[in-house]
Structures are given as structure tokens and as C-alpha cells.
């Protein structure tokens, strides 16, 4: 199989995860394509792959070298929860050369809307038919690392000791909850989204934040100087913060607050923000106007009409994986022996590998050729894939050459 043909045979299982869900994995159909790439694994050549009983497939490929080293080759199973995740009718462009791509279900695909297509002029593209994911979030990763595994062992090539690791939930930040430690790695790549040549290392500082406003509810007939709306102190709330601090306004390394749900009545209102900042300093000052916000609120209206419970998700991992050079060096020699000059750029959101280099496994993220993720846009390169595979294929070489004993 290419790694076209995998990526087409992944894409047709429905793999969203459930924010909602109180079970590991979130939803059982993520077990469906993991016992599918289990049974992969072991046809190309692995005896000890499989499933665990919380949906991770974990998969050993011994070194042929004398390298003592063990990498992680990591993308995470499930699909994200804006539209189905079942990828049926995708739709192939031979050699795309710059027009519009007709999606369907009225959606036209632009390099005019989304300049990031410009990258892949004269590429095959796979996208949406404008009804559902394409699922290269994260499945382009998963056929890129499985077509690296078949090569590796097809023609015996190079290689240190290498885990191969396929996590569910990770959409839902939970791709790391039931991960087994116990599987020693050195250091571990994830394979999730973005163009080839872009290694990223940076993630956000990321925080939530819980509010709940009392109001005092009554007939509004006989409310003048009674009535406190919840909905309007939330209201108010909300335009105490920076109007230009949200990710609708925001690039690169610029944080912000982004109000992500809000419903309520004149008695109790609930809202829940996602807070997020690269700088550890930035992220410090923008809680501290949250709760300065809510201080002054809770003065004007009364104590307690304003409850804030602030929860920490996750931390940057730039400090971590900047004290281990070599784990970002190897990326960049391997995209270079291939033609690539690499690139970094920060992430905006979070990874597992953020959470694994905190749990002791440095893990920058590298790219997959795949974009627009989360959405009836989304599309893949085919070129990108195959060269990345490449690219992949050339770094474990050099991890298993360089730290041959």
C-alpha cells in the first residue's frame, strides 16, 4: 500500500472523539481503526502490536544497529467535533495548478481564501466533499508513520529502537490521560498537521477559566434597584476584557481570551473561557485581569455574584525541549539531506507532546502536508505525505547512525 491508499482506507472510519463522554477512550468507534492499524502493524512485520483497553495502539520495532536509543513515532486516531468525521466521497486532484476546487454542498476551496494552498501547486490533493472532516487531523500523520514502519522493515534500513504509538482523544486534550509510561522512550515525535517543512517545539501556556453569575431574579414590574440580570453582568464582563485579545484578532505569539460557550437567564448565568499565552509572563498578567475583573464586579454588585475557578490544561514545552538540541537538530538534518530547508513556528493550541515532554518524553511536533483541520475545507498533499515519509524514513537513519555504539 502508498501512503496514499492508507490515508483514503483511514479516512472512511469515523473516529470523533466526545467532549461529553466519562469513558477512555470517548467513544468506542476510535477502537474500530485501531484495531484496523493493528492488524496493519503485524502484516508488515510486528509481532507484538495492539490495543489497549483504553484505545492506544502500541507497536515495538526492535534497532538492527547498535543504537541503544528509543524513538516515538506518535498521531492520535480521532477526529474533531465540528462536522461528522466519516470521509466517504473525498475528492482527488490529480495536479492541482491553482484554480477553485468545487467541494460540494455549495463550497468552493480558493487559494484566494486559503493562501496556505499555494504551497501545493502541482500537488494531488485530497479534500472534503463539503459535508464532512477530511481527517488529516491526525490520519495523514498515522499513514505517514506507518508507510515509514513497512519501509524500514521492507527494505531493512537503519533504524534505533522505535515505538510506534496511535493515541485517541486527543482533540478533546485527553490523548495523553491513559498513556503507558512504562513504554521507555528517549525522546518521541508526534506527526500532527501543518506543512513539512515547519517543526514545532513552542505550544501555548494554556488555561481555563469557569464563571458563574448570581444574579437576583424578579418581576421586571417591580425591579428598579432589585434586580441584578446575571446575563447582563456577563455581558459586562465580557467587555471588560481587551476587544483585540481574542483569536479572531491574533497570530503567532499573541494570546488572548476566547469566550467558547455562554448560557444562562436573569438568575445564573455560566460561561467558560480558554485562556492562552506562549509567555509565561503574558499568561500570569492576563489571569490576574480575569480575577481583577471579577473582584470588581463582585464589589458593584455584591459578594459572590461572580464565582472564577481558573484550571491549569497545559504548559509550553519550549524550555524542556530547548535543553535537548539534539531532538529538534535531527528533524532539521533530515528535512535538509531531503531538499528542505526547516522552518519553526509556534504551535496555537496544544499537542500530546506537549503533555509527554512534561511527563518525560521530549516530543516536538513535525508536519504532515495536511491543513484547513476542523472543517468542510480541509484538504491533503499526497506530494507532501510521500515526502515526508521520506523525510522520516532519512531521520531515523540518522538517529540510529549517530548514536550507534
Known amino acids: ?22 469513558t477512555s477512550p470517548s467513544t468506542e468507534k476510535q477502537k474500530r481503526l485501531g484495531e484496523y492499524l493493528v492488524k496493519e502493524l503485524t502484516q508488515i512485520g510486528i509481532a507484538d502490536a495492539y490495543l489497549d483497553q483504553y484505545g492506544y495502539v502500541y507497536a515495538f520495532l526492535p534497532t538492527n544497529q547498535e543504537s541503544k536509543l528509543t524513538v516515538g513515532l506518535i498521531a492520535h486516531m480521532d477526529t474533531a467535533q465540528e462536522m461528522p468525521g466519516e470521509c466517504l466521497n473525498p475528492k482527488i486532484i490529480s495536479r492541482w495548478q491553482g484554480e477553485d476546487i468545487e467541494l460540494g454542498n455549495g463550497l468552493i476551496l480558493s487559494s484566494q481564501a486559503f493562501p496556505i494552498l499555494n504551497k501545493y501547486r502541482g500537488h494531488e ?3 472534503t466533499d463539503g459535508t464532512t472532516l477530511l481527517g488529516g487531523d491526525d490520519k495523514a500523520g498515522i499513514a505517514i508513520i506507518m508507510e515509514t514502519i513497512n519501509l524500514l522493515v521492507k527494505e531493512d534500513l ?63 414590574g417591580d425591579a428598579k434597584n432589585k434586580m441584578v440580570n446575571s ?11 481587551p476587544a483585540f485579545e481574542n483569536p479572531a484578532f491574533t497570530e503567532k505569539y499573541e494570546g488572548f481570551y476566547h469566550l467558547t460557550e ?31 475583573i471579577c473582584s470588581f464586579l463582585n464589589q458593584k454588585y455584591g459578594a459572590n455574584t461572580v464565582d472564577l475557578q481558573l484550571k491549569k490544561s497545559y504548559a509550553n514545552m519550549r524550555p524542556l525541549l530547548l535543553e535537548r538540541h539534539e531532538v529538534l537538530e535531527y528533524p532539521i538534518k533530515a528535512l535538509k539531506r531531503k531538499g528542505i530547508t526547516a522552518s519553526f513556528e509556534p504551535i496555537r493550541g496544544g499537542t500530546d507532546g506537549a503533555r509527554l515532554t512534561f511527563g518525560g518524553i521530549p516530543c516536538p511536533n513535525l508536519g504532515t502536508g495536511s491543513g484547513n483541520h476542523h472543517g468542510p475545507y480541509e484538504f491533503a498533499s499526497v506530494d507532501a505525505m510521500d515526502k515526508m515519509t521520506e523525510v522520516l524514513v532519512e531521520l531515523m537513519k540518522i538517529i540510529a547512525l549517530e548514536t550507534n555504539d
Request: no cysteine; proline share 5%.
Open 231 to 241: 446575563l447582563l453582568v456577563a455581558m459586562e464582563l465580557q467587555s471588560m476584557l
Open 262 to 292: 455562554m448560557s444562562g437567564t436573569v438568575a445564573q448565568t455560566k460561561m467558560h473561557y480558554i485562556i492562552r499565552n506562549h509567555d509565561e509572563t503574558k499568561i500570569k498578567q492576563q489571569l490576574e485581569l480575569m480575577k481583577s
Open 125 to 127: 490533493l485530497i479534500t
Open 1 to 22: 500500500m502508498s501512503t496514499k491508499e492508507r490515508f483514503l482506507s483511514y479516512i472512511a472510519f469515523d473516529t470523533q472523539s466526545d467532549p461529553n463522554s466519562d
Open 158 to 220: 537503519p533504524r534505533p529502537n522505535i515505538m510506534v504509538v496511535f493515541t485517541p482523544d486527543e482533540e478533546i486534550g485527553q490523548g495523553t490521560s491513559h498513556f503507558d509510561y512504562s513504554k521507555k522512550m528517549d525522546f518521541a515525535y508526534t506527526l500532527d498537521g501543518g506543512p513539512i517543512d515547519v517543526i514545532n517545539f513552542e505550544n501555548f501556556n494554556a488555561w481555563s477559566a469557569e464563571i458563574t453569575v448570581e444574579g437576583k431574579a424578579i418581576h421586571p
